[in-house]
């Protein structure tokens, strides 16, 4: 099967998904699986569209050299709508996705939303790294693509490739999940880790910075306003909430936070940024994101430097503890992979016309 992609962003993740598609070949060649990107759009670099397919990994190069796509400065949407015109008959047959990896914005989710609501109402999937649209408008986004007969995906927006939404949604049929908590956002978790050894909060930021793991406005890490997404993401999908980043209880860190980290150090503590959310009896949801001082052997205070982790407490399975050991761009290029492949291995394949003839032929040599 030919998957055709329409790449909406094309930066540190968006890149990385396309190398990882390269190193995965063998796989998807195994799948019977054949990605090929035909677009790809950018805020500032220009846009690119072939329909017979680009070569993105030159495109990356290109990009990563300083380069643009094209010279034209049109707009997104506007880019967006002509590709998928363009592609409608892929649309039509289920085979074109949207790989969507535009910046956060965690007030109005934009342009996230109106590209993902552009692409299911053109009967395009959607797989997508960015949290801001599953925290604001997921319910929204998912009676769209329920009318349009298509998949939405996010796996890599909350801990990356590890799947904590694909797990809560097909693996646990009949529990019920009455909250969670755990650390979610890496730059934070790495910064707290190093104030506390005496590192400053600059210094630690900067690293991040240069990993390609803070976004790329970091202030949405260090207020916690990151966590504070991802909680309401975590909260829409597994507690059925309607909240949006805002509605979060939110702390982040700043450089007196270093005292505060150290103190709790020298007590045998940890000091963690929190991400929590409960259903209350009456079915609202208290979600909130706060500095929390945590004894040592405590599974969240156990956490170092990019460690995220989410506990999930459940009525039929207890505690559900999800551990992510690292994080990398690799991780979140990877849950747009599997989101992907959910998509690939849901469209029906056509019979290989190889088979009945090995099989006329094995009947003939026994003589039938
Ligand atoms: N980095 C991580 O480790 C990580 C982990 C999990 C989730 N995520 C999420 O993944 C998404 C992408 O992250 P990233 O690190 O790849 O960010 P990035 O390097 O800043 O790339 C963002 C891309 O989006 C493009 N863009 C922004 N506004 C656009 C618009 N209006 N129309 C078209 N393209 C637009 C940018 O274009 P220009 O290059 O021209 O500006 C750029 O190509 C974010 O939502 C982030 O929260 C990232």
Redesign the pocket.
């Known amino acids: 099967v030919t998957l055709d992609l329409i790449l ?7 890149r990385r998904f396309i190398r990882l598609l390269g190193e995965l070949e063998p796989m998807l060649a195994r799948e019977g699986v054949r990605p090929r990107v035909v677009a790809v ?5 220009g846009h690119a569209f072939n329909a017979k397919g680009l070569d993105a990994e030159a495109l990356a190069a290109r ?1 990563e050299a300083g380069g643009a796509l094209s010279d034209e400065s049109k707009p ?1 949407l506007a880019f967006l709508r002509q590709a998928l015109r363009r592609c409608r008959e892929a649309a039509q047959r289920g085979h074109l996705v949207i790989v969507e ?4 914005d965690v007030r109005r989710g934009q ?2 939303i109106e ?1 993902i609501q552009t692409a299911l109402s053109h009967r395009a999937h959607v797989v997508s ?4 649209p599953v925290a604001i408008a997921h319910d929204r986004l998912m009676r769209a693509a329920a009318r349009a007969k298509r998949s939405y995906l996010h796996e ?2 909350v801990l ?1 490739g590890v799947p904590v939404f694909n797990l809560a949604r097909t693996l646990l049929p009949g529990v019920t999940i009455a909250g969670f908590e755990g650390v979610v956002n890496t730059t934070t978790n790495y910064m707290l880790a190093a104030m506390e050894q005496g590192g400053s909060f600059d210094g630690a930021l900067a690293d991040m910075q240069a990993a ?2 803070a ?2 406005d970091p202030s949405l890490d260090v207020d916690g306003w ?1 966590a504070a997404a991802k909680t309401a993401a975590l909260a829409n999908v597994m507690l059925g909430a309607r909240i949006t980043p805002s509605d979060v209880a939110r702390e982040g860190i700043e450089q007196s936070t270093a005292a505060r980290a150290l103190a709790a150090r020298s007590d045998g503590r940890r000091l963690k940024l929190v991400a929590s959310a409960t259903r209350g009896t009456n079915k609202r949801v208290d979600a909130r994101v706060r500095l929390e001082v945590r004894a040592e052997n405590d599974l969240l205070a156990r956490l170092e430097g990019p460690q995220n982790a989410i506990v999930l407490r459940t009525d039929l399975l207890g505690e559900i503890a999800i551990v992510q050991r690292g ?3 690799t991780h ?1 290029a990877y849950g747009l992979f599997s989101d992907l492949m959910t998509i690939a291995r849901s469209l029906p394949r056509s019979a290989s016309p190889r088979r009945p003839a090995r099989r006329q032929a094995r009947r003939q040599a026994r003589g039938r």
């Open positions: 909406v962003g094309f930066g540190n993740v968006g759009a950018t805020r500032s670099h990009v997104t990896t535009t910046i956060l342009p996230a590209v790294a960015n949290k801001g890599s927006a990356d390609g793991i976004e790329a990151d994080s990398s761009l979140t």
